[in-house]
C-alpha cells in the first residue's frame, strides 16, 4: 500500500471522538451528554447550521454513545464513548452495518425512503441500536417526507434517526414536530484561532500568530473550511506566516488595500486607479477588491460606531479621528452596488474603476484629492474636510436651509413638487410630481456638499412617495378646519344662526 493510499486529509484526521472535542459547541455536547447519561434519549434528532460547525460529527458522535460497549465488552450506552471497542472502531471506520450514513442530495426520491424503511423492522446486526444518519435531509422530495412521518413518530424501539442540514426552512413542519431540533452556531474566531494553533504544534509546524489568525477569519466559522485551507497552506513549510498565505491563497496584501481605501477618502483618482491596476495585474479578481474594501468599510464604521481606535499598525491610526461615519456608509453602498455591477459585465476591471471613481466623484473631490499616501505612511487629510458646516436631520430642515440660503426656486421645487420616499444622512430618494427640466437634482445635491461638507446623493425614482410638503400641510389644514367645524362651538353657532356659513381660518 502506498503513502498516498494511507494519508488522511487534516479534516479527517482531526475529527472529534468525544463530545468534549466539539469545537465550539459547548452548550450542545452538554446538552446531549446528559440526555446520554440520563437515558432520556429521543428517536430523533435534527443538527441544523451552516457548513461544517459539526452537524455530521456529532450524529457520529451520538451513534458511537448508542452502541459503545465499553473496553471489556460489558458496557452500556455512554456519554463518553472508550473509542477502542469493536462498535466504536467500526463506526470511526464506517464499516458498522447498523450506522447507515446517507447523503440525501443523491437519494431524494420515497424509493430510496422505501428502502431504507424496509430494513427498518429487522434487529441490529452488530450493535445496540440502528442509527440513520440522513444529511442535508431538506433535499428530499415532499413524498419522501410523507413516507417518513409515520415512522419519526413511533419508530421502532431499536432504530433512532438523525437527520443534518444547512436549509432548516426547507425541511417541513410535520418532519420537524417529530426531532429534537440542535442548532449548531459558526465557531468563533478566537476558537478557531486556538484549535489551529494547536492542530499546527502537533503537526510540527511553527506559525505567526496573525498568520493563524487570517485562516481563522477565512474560515467564516467553519471548522472544515478552515482545515482545509490550513493544510494547503502548510505543505512543504516550517513556518507558516502570513505573507506565505497572502501568496498561496491570492489574497489580496492588507496594506494595499487600506492604502487604496484612503485614497478614495481622499479623493486621489490617481493614486486609487494605480493601485487597483497593480492589483489587477497580480491577478486580483475585481470582484475580491472590491469585497476586501467593503471589509475595510465594515471595520472603519464598526470602531467608529464603538468609538473605539485601530491598531497601531493600521494605516488609519494617524487621521483615524478626522473620518466621518457618513462618509464610510456611503462608500460601502457604493461600492456593495458596485459588487453587482461588476459581476453583470465582461468589463470587470474597467467597471471596478468607474465605481472607484464614482466614490470619489459621490464625495465632492471631483479629482482634486488631497496628499498621496504612501505603503508606510498614512494620508495627511484635513481633519475639518470631514465635518460638517451644518447638520440637516430630515427633509424638512433641507427646504429650509435652502430657504435661507436664499435658494426660493429649489426650496419651493423641494416643498411643492416632490414627494419624499427615503431619507437618510447623505441619501435623499425623491417621487417628483413635475420633471426635472432643468437639472434641479444636480443642484440640489452640488448645493448640499457645499452647504454641509458631507457628500450627498440625491435620485429620483417612480416609487411612490409620500405627498408634498405642501400637500401634506394642506390637508393637516383641511383636517383641522373639518375638525373645528365639527367642535360643539361652532355647532352652537350654527343654531344661533341659522343659514349662517362659518368660515375657520
Given amino acids: 500500500m502506498s503513502i498516498q493510499d494511507n494519508y488522511k486529509v487534516l479534516a479527517r484526521r482531526t475529527r472529534p471522538l468525544r463530545f468534549s472535542e466539539l469545537i465550539g459547541q459547548e452548550s450542545l455536547s452538554n446538552t446531549i451528554k446528559n440526555a446520554l447519561s440520563s437515558g432520556r434519549i429521543a428517536h430523533s434528532f435534527i443538527f441544523t447550521g451552516t457548513r461544517g460547525v459539526g452537524k455530521t460529527t456529532t450524529a457520529r458522535l451520538i451513534a458511537l454513545a448508542l452502541n459503545c460497549v465499553g473496553k471489556d465488552g460489558k458496557g452500556g450506552i455512554t456519554s463518553e464513548p472508550c473509542g ?115 492542530i499546527l504544534t502537533e503537526e510540527g509546524t511553527s506559525f505567526d500568530r496573525d498568520a493563524v489568525e487570517k485562516i481563522a477569519y477565512l474560515a467564516n466559522g467553519s471548522v472544515r473550511d478552515g482545515l482545509s485551507l490550513l493544510e494547503q497552506v502548510i505543505q512543504g513549510q516550517e513556518r507558516l506566516t502570513l505573507k506565505h498565505i497572502e501568496g498561496t491563497l491570492g489574497l489580496l496584501d492588507k496594506k494595499d488595500v487600506e492604502i487604496l481605501y484612503l485614497h478614495i477618502l481622499s479623493g486621489n483618482a490617481k493614486q486609487a486607479l494605480e493601485i487597483a491596476s497593480k492589483l489587477y495585474e497580480s491577478h486580483a479578481d475585481p470582484v475580491q477588491i472590491i469585497e476586501d474594501l467593503l471589509s475595510v468599510s465594515h471595520q472603519l464604521s464598526t470602531l467608529i460606531t464603538l468609538g473605539q481606535k485601530p491598531s497601531n499598525d493600521s494605516s488609519f491610526s494617524k487621521d483615524f479621528d478626522g ?143 409620500a405627498l408634498s410638503i405642501a400637500d401634506q400641510k394642506e390637508q393637516q389644514d383641511k383636517e383641522k378646519r373639518e375638525k373645528a367645524l ?16 362659518i368660515t375657520v381660518k
Fill in 84 to 198: 477502542v471497542c469493536s462498535q466504536c472502531i467500526s463506526i470511526q471506520e464506517e464499516r458498522h452495518v447498523d450506522v447507515i450514513e446517507v447523503d440525501a442530495a443523491t437519494r431524494t426520491g420515497v424509493d430510496d425512503v422505501r428502502q431504507l424503511m424496509e430494513g427498518m423492522s429487522y434487529k441490529p446486526v452488530m450493535g445496540r441500536f440502528k442509527v440513520y444518519i440522513i444529511d442535508e435531509v431538506h433535499m428530499l422530495s415532499k413524498s419522501a417526507f410523507n413516507a417518513l412521518l409515520k415512522t419519526l413518530e413511533e419508530p421502532p424501539a431499536h432504530v433512532k434517526f438523525i437527520f443534518a442540514t444547512t436549509e432548516i426552512r426547507k425541511v417541513p413542519l410535520t418532519i420537524l414536530s417529530r426531532c429534537q431540533r440542535y442548532d449548531l452556531k459558526r465557531v468563533s474566531i478566537e476558537t478557531l484561532s486556538k484549535h489551529f494553533a494547536r
Fill in 323 to 465: 473620518i466621518s461615519l457618513d462618509t464610510v456608509l456611503l462608500i460601502w453602498t457604493i461600492l456593495l452596488k458596485g459588487i453587482e455591477e461588476v459581476k453583470m459585465t465582461s468589463l470587470s476591471f474597467e467597471t471596478l474603476e468607474i465605481i472607484l471613481i464614482r466614490a470619489i466623484y459621490i464625495q465632492g473631490f471631483q479629482g482634486k484629492g488631497v496628499k498621496a499616501p504612501t505603503k508606510n505612511e498614512s494620508v495627511e487629510n484635513s481633519k475639518g474636510a470631514f465635518q460638517n458646516k451644518y447638520t440637516v436631520q430630515s427633509f424638512e430642515e433641507v427646504v429650509a436651509l435652502f430657504k435661507k440660503k436664499k435658494e426660493p426656486i429649489l426650496a419651493s421645487y423641494l416643498k411643492h413638487d416632490v414627494g419624499l420616499i427615503r431619507f437618510a444622512p447623505g441619501y435623499i430618494e425623491l417621487n417628483a410630481t413635475k420633471k426635472d427640466s432643468h437639472g434641479l437634482r444636480g443642484q440640489i445635491s452640488s448645493l448640499l456638499k457645499e452647504y454641509t461638507q458631507t457628500p450627498w446623493e440625491v435620485v429620483f425614482s417612480s416609487q411612490s412617495g
Fill in 486 to 501: 365639527e367642535s360643539d362651538a361652532a355647532q352652537a353657532a350654527t343654531k344661533l344662526f341659522p343659514g349662517a356659513k
